[in-house]
T-cell receptor
Framework: QKEVEQNSGPLSVPEGAIASLNCTYSDRGSQSFFWYRQYSGKSPELIMF????GDKEDGRFTAQLNKASQYVSLLIRDSQPSDSATYLCAVSRAGDYKLSFGAGTTVTVRA | NAGVTQTPKFQVLKTGQSMTLQCAQDMNHNSMYWYRQDPGMGLRLIYY???????DKGEVPNGYNVSRLNKREFSLRLESAAPSQTSVYFCASSDADGPNQPQHFGDGTRLSIL
């Protein structure tokens, strides 16, 4: 079992819709959770991080964390063509410097 | 403010050659990291340096060495390149005090080994 799992996609959503991305993790000792966006041929860019159960909102992005069920999700509201990218979920254990990444979900927003 | 700067951006090597990838950050971050990214496999940690003077192995350290030259610079060396090391290499840094911090990435080095 991979430590961090994501559906590879592609996830295709119409412009203006909500894109919902899911990420599950296997280590119950995980403490910190990160979402990165990566455009093709570019480097990962931090979108959000979340440490506590519940929702965290930043603009059009909402991260949701459920430690009991071991998943973290990312919602993108009012999706725009510029949101078309691969989204990487990353997790770290309590007290750890290292991040474990999922393989990413590719999102395509169609106009 | 350049953030995390990696050099070179592209490199082609022959099997058995050696080279050093350079990384420098100007954000006064304590921790620095080297990852490789291969299609369908996400980012995998090669080595990291939690603070100046320390280095530790990550998930895939074989065939690599690192040097934390000072607080700003963290280099990755391939002593004898192999085709399996063809990849995109990313350097990252993270904020100060302690673990579990967000990491910020450089633009990457695209390395091909023939």
């Amino acid at each position: 079992q991979k430590e961090v799992e994501q559906n590879s996609g592609p996830l295709s959503v119409p412009e203006g819709a909500i894109a919902s991305l899911n990420c599950t993790y296997s280590d119950r000792g995980s403490q910190s959770f990160f979402w990165y966006r990566q455009y093709s041929g570019k480097s990962p860019e931090l979108i959000m991080f979340i440490y506590s159960n519940g929702d965290k909102e930043d603009g059009r992005f909402t991260a949701q964390l459920n430690k009991a069920s071991q998943y973290v999700s990312l919602l993108i509201r009012d999706s725009q063509p510029s949101d078309s990218a691969t989204y990487l979920c990353a997790v770290s254990r309590a007290g750890d410097y290292k991040l474990s990444f999922g393989a990413g979900t590719t999102v395509t927003v169609r106009a | 403010n350049a953030g995390v700067t990696q050099t070179p951006k592209f490199q082609v090597l022959k099997t058995g050659q050696s080279m050093t990838l350079q990384c420098a950050q100007d954000m006064n971050h304590n921790s620095m990291y080297w990852y490789r990214q291969d299609p369908g496999m996400g980012l995998r940690l090669i080595y990291y340096s939690a603070s100046e003077g320390t280095t530790d192995k990550g998930e895939v350290p074989n065939g690599y060495n690192v040097s934390r030259l000072n607080k700003r610079e963290f280099s990755l060396r391939l002593e004898s390149a192999a085709p399996s090391q063809t990849s995109v290499y990313f350097c990252a840094s993270s904020d100060a005090d302690g673990p579990n911090q967000p990491q910020h990435f450089g633009d990457g080095t695209r390395l091909s080994i023939l």
